[in-house]
């Protein structure tokens, strides 16, 4: 098991990795002051494979209220459906929401828990790579708007996280590496050492072995936490976090969602960094090494279809993080030297999709 603590000056919470850490909610909410019932929010799947994992070992008075799986529960009408529940059940401000699912759940449950009575406390139990290493940490919670993907949400951070790996082998393949991508990112803006750990470890991590996967999410979480802590809000540091994304959401959109988040993510990567590396910074020595790192993972190093460059940077452009009618990008320098950058060019743009065009147009 492995700890992690997210140290805000408004209230440290901490985070608990390792197989079996269920076990651990409840003598934790017990001491939690007064909470009386738990709502555990999550959705159809998970709830099918992992809720009775959970409420076995939940000796509290507790109700479960589950979401259809996928995005579309990240919604403003998912969320009134969970706050007539709520009404329902009277749930008051002493009780505690659980959040258990995927970074949907997270993000649904955060922000019902962030609005709910002004905010009622909550723990996120997230359940897919991707949740456990970013998503459950810092405190982004929120739902879609149909203009924009969390347009409407609130900062408001869990009272713990517990990351059990036993609930990580339900995962599809796909899944489990896609979120993997995020975890290359934050050594790549980071920690250097850790993404030679993920070079060396790549079977262990793909065959899901317990301490492998504990160490990663331990070293992820630290990651996020730290740059959460330095910039909560969002106004400065934490935006190095978006490396990868400019380029990676403009493809998830290209290809209406055809692929998952993370491996978008892997592809805006090795974009992103070709466009470093075209500006003869020094990352330019290591551009291959994060395709290979990527590929090793299992993750596409191409995309699976010709996308126009001219429709990716349309896309980038309608980014939220777009000022001023300038792209903010967050480009990497060297490992662990991330840079933002606004005046990347539509020909760089040109360039970096194809350096990941599918190979059949290479
Ligand atoms: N708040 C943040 O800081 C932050 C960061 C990154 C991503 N996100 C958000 O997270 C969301 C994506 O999260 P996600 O990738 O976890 O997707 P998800 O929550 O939609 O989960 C993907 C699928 O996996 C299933 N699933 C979950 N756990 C499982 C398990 N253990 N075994 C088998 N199936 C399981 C779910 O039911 C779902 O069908 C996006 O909405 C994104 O915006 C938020
Ligand atoms: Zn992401």
Redesign the pocket.
């Known amino acids: 098991m492995e700890t992690a603590l997210v140290d805000l000056p408004t209230g440290a919470y901490s985070i608990t990795i390792g197989g079996g850490v269920r076990d651990r909610i409840a003598p934790f909410v017990k001491k939690l002051s007064g909470v009386d019932r738990c709502v555990i929010i999550t959705?159809?799947?998970?709830s099918g494979?992992?809720l009775p994992a959970l409420t076995s070992a939940l000796s509290i008075p507790h109700f479960v209220a589950i979401v259809p799986?996928?995005?579309d529960s990240?919604s403003l009408t998912q969320a009134a459906q969970v706050y007539d529940r709520l009404a329902a059940e009277r749930v008051e401000r002493s009780d505690l929401i659980i959040a258990l699912?995927?970074?949907?759940?997270?993000?649904l449950a955060g922000f019902v828990a962030g609005t709910w009575m002004r905010g009622i406390r909550f723990i996120q139990v997230p359940?897919?790579i991707?949740?456990a290493v970013?998503?459950s940490v810092?405190g982004?919670?929120g739902v879609n708007h149909p203009r924009g993907?969390?347009l409407i949400g609130v900062f408001y951070q869990p009272s713990a996280v517990f990351i059990d790996t036993d609930?990580?082998a339900?995962?599809?393949d796909r899944?489990f590496r896609?979120?993997l991508a995020?975890s290359i990112k934050h050594g790549l803006i980071r920690d250097p050492a850790l993404l030679t750990w993920h070079e060396q470890n790549a079977a262990r991590i793909l065959s899901r072995d317990a301490d492998a996967l504990t160490h990663l999410i331990a070293a992820n979480c630290r990651i996020k936490a730290e740059v959460v802590v330095a910039d909560e809000r969002e106004s400065g540091l934490r935006a190095i976090l978006n490396h990868g994304h400019t380029i990676g959401h403009a493809i998830e959109h290209a290809l209406a969602h055809e692929l998952?988040?993370?491996e978008c993510v892997g592809l805006g990567m090795i974009a992103e960094n070709h466009i470093a590396a075209g500006r003869g910074w020094p990352i330019a020595g290591d551009v291959q090494r994060i395709i290979d790192g990527l590929a090793a993972l299992g993750l596409p190093t191409r995309l699976p279809r010709q996308i126009e460059a001219d429709d990716i940077y349309a896309l980038c452009l309608q980014d939220k993080k777009v000022a001023g009618g300038q792209i903010r990008f967050q480009l990497l320098e060297a490992v662990g030297r991330p840079v933002s950058a606004s005046d990347v060019t539509a020909d760089e743009i040109g360039g970096a999709v194809a350096a990941i065009a599918p190979v059949s147009s290479a």
């Open positions: 959705d159809h799947t998970v494979l992992h799986d996928g995005e990240k699912g995927g970074g949907v759940v997270g993000d359940t897919t991707e949740a970013d998503a810092g982004k919670t993907k969390n609930l990580l339900t995962l599809p899944d896609a979120g995020e998952r988040h993370g």
